[in-house]
């Protein structure tokens, strides 16, 4: 716990600091390391997001539509 009062002498001189700060208990240090660590996870994450909703809406090769299904339904059931 850093709070109190320090005192520094130098040269004949005297300064005091009176220091009020509490640490937190669940704190974790954020270095360089961690920080890059986080923005790198985060790229790699959305570029896997992208590429997921990419390949699941089909970007439109020779599907045909479902309003030309229901065409040919509604066609077959005439002969019936």
Do not use: W
């Amino acid at each position: 716990d850093p709070r109190g009062l320090y005192v520094c002498e130098t040269g004949g001189k005297r300064s005091s600091l009176q220091v009020h700060y509490r640490m937190c208990q669940n704190c974790i240090e954020v270095d360089a390391p961690t920080v890059s660590g986080i923005v790198i996870a985060d790229v790699v994450a959305t570029l896997f997001l992208a590429v997921a909703v990419y390949c699941v809406t089909g970007h439109g090769r020779g599907h045909t539509s479902r309003a030309s299904d229901r065409q040919n339904l509604l066609a077959n059931e005439l002969y019936q």
